[in-house]
C-alpha cells in the first residue's frame, strides 16, 4: 500500500473533489462550463503527493520544491475564483504575464541567486514567463473546447511519460509527483467517461499548468534533465491544437481522444527516448 | 646581562605557548576528510566522501567553552566512486547542489568530557535545513609541517538521520534513513 499511495491517495482527493463540485451522480444537465473542483482537485492532488513523498513542506519555503507544493495553494483558489466570479480580469494576458514571471521568480531563486547575473536573469525569466502564460492560454482554451474524456486523458499520457522522463534524468522524486498528477487527471478521465460531458475548463488548468511547468523546470534547473527532453516535455501540449483539424475533430469519440493522446504523447516520448540512450550510453550503472 | 636574557626568554616562551592556547586555524582541504557511510538495501554499507572542504577553528584547550568551528563543504564534490550515483547524488532526489551548494556545521558550544576529548553542540545544515545536534570530538593533536606552520587535528564520528534533511528518497529501504559520518580535520594556524 505504501508504494501506491502516492498514487492512490492524490487520485482519491481529485476523484472527490471532480464528483462532488460536478454532482457528476447526475450524469446529465453537466454544466459545461465546468467547476470549481478542476482547479481544487489538481492542487489538492499535488500537495497531498508532496506531502506523502517528500514530507509536509516548511513555511515559510526554503527551496523550490516547497514554493511548489504551496503555490498549489494560491493555484487551487485563483481557479475557484475564476470559475465562481468569472475571473474575467484574471485571464487577461497581462495578468498572466506577470503571475509567470512572479512564478518563475519564486522557483528559480536559487539559480537567480547563486548563477546568473545581470541580463542572464531578465532573459531566463522573461522567455519562461512567457512561455508559462502561453501554454495557460492553449491548455485553458482546449479545456474550453473539449469537454468529455479525451482532453483530461491526454494530460494523464503526458505526465506519466514526463514521470518516465523525470525519472531517467536523475529526479525520481519529481518523476512522482508527476505520477501523482497523471493520477489525478486520470480520475477526470474516469469520471468523464462515466458522465459525458464533464469539463475541464474554468479553473482547473489555472492549477494544472503552473504545477506541471513546475516540475519540468524543477527537473531541468536543479535536476539533469536535457534542454531537449525539456523544450520537448513543455511544447508536448502545443501539440494537441493538431487534435483540432477537420479530420479529427469529427473523428468517432474514441478515435479523436486517441488521436490527442498519440499527438501529446509523441514529444514526450521522444524526451524520454533521449533520457533513456543518455542514460544507457553510461557504463557505470549502479 | 644573562639574568635579563634569561627573563625576557621565559616571558617570550610563556607569550608563544599563550598564544598557541588560543589561536585561530584555517582548515586545510589537503589533509581533511569527510566520510560516510549509508545502509544499501539493507545488506551492506556504501562509502562515500566529500572533496572539498574549508572553515576555521578557533581552540583554546585552557578554555575550550570559548572555542568555536565552523566547516563548510561543498555539496558537488560528492564522490562515491561512482560517477553516475554521484550526479544521482547532487540533483533533486539528494542533496539538489544547485539549489543548495554546501553542507555546513557551526559550533555553538564546547563543553570539555575527558583529557582530549569535547562535546561540540553546533547546527548542522543540509538541504537547507538546520538541526541543532551535539558530536563528541578528539583533539587529536598538535604538530609542525615542514614549512614551520603549527597545525592541529580534530575527529569526530556522529550518525545523522537524513530525512530530518528532507533527503528521503530510496526510504526505507533503497538507501538507509541513518548517515554515518566521520569528519577529520587537520587545521593550520593562521
Known sequence: ??????????????????????????????NPNGHWGGALGIAAAFFAAHVVLLGRPSFPPGQSAEW???????????????????????????????LSIGFCILLLRARIENDWYGSAVYLWIGCLAVALAAQWFSLESLAAIRPGASFPLSLAVLCVVSAGTFTLAGSASIGQISAALA???????????WAAGLSLRGGAMTAFVPLYYGLVLRSYFFG????????????????????????????RPWKSALVRAALIAAPALVALGIEWWSKARSEEMY | MKFVQAVFGTAAMVLASASAF?????????????????????????????????GQISFDPSKPEASSVQVTIQAESV??????????????????????PTLSFKSTAWKKTGDRTYDVTGEITMRGKSKTITVPVEHVGDGKDPRGRELTGFHTAFRVDRSEFGIVYGLPDGA???VDIILSIEAIKK
Not at chain 1, 68 to 76: E, K, Q
Not at chain 1, 227 to 240: D, E, I, N, Q, T
Not at chain 2, 92 to 97: A, L, S
Request: proline fraction near 4%; include cysteine; aromatic fraction near 16%.
Open chain 1, 1 to 30: 500500500m505504501t508504494v501506491w499511495l502516492p498514487i492512490v491517495l492524490p487520485a482519491g482527493i481529485a476523484a472527490a473533489c471532480l464528483f462532488v463540485s460536478w454532482r457528476a451522480w447526475r450524469r446529465r444537465n453537466l
Open chain 1, 68 to 98: 511548489l507544493a504551496w503555490m498549489a495553494v494560491p493555484l487551487a483558489a485563483a481557479g475557484i475564483a475564476q470559475r465562481w466570479w468569472g475571473g474575467r480580469w484574471f485571464a487577461a494576458w497581462p495578468v498572466r504575464l506577470l
Open chain 1, 183 to 193: 493520477a489525478a487527471c486520470g480520475s477526470a478521465v474516469i469520471l468523464a467517461w
Open chain 1, 224 to 251: 539533469e534533465l536535457t534542454p531537449w527532453s525539456a523544450g520537448l516535455l513543455l511544447a508536448a501540449p502545443f501539440a494537441l491544437w493538431y487534435g483540432e483539424l477537420r479530420r479529427f475533430r469529427f473523428a
Open chain 2, 22 to 54: 588560543g589561536a585561530d586555524f584555517n582548515v586545510d582541504a589537503v589533509h581533511s576528510s569527510a566520510i560516510f557511510k549509508v545502509k544499501h538495501m539493507g545488506a551492506s554499507y556504501t562509502y562515500g566522501r566529500f572533496n572539498e572542504i574549508a
Open chain 2, 79 to 100: 564522490d562515491t566512486h561512482n560517477e553516475m550515483r554521484d550526479r544521482h547524488l547532487r540533483g533533486p532526489d539528494f542533496f539538489d547542489t544547485k539549489e543548495h
Open chain 2, 176 to 178: 538507509g534513513k541513518d
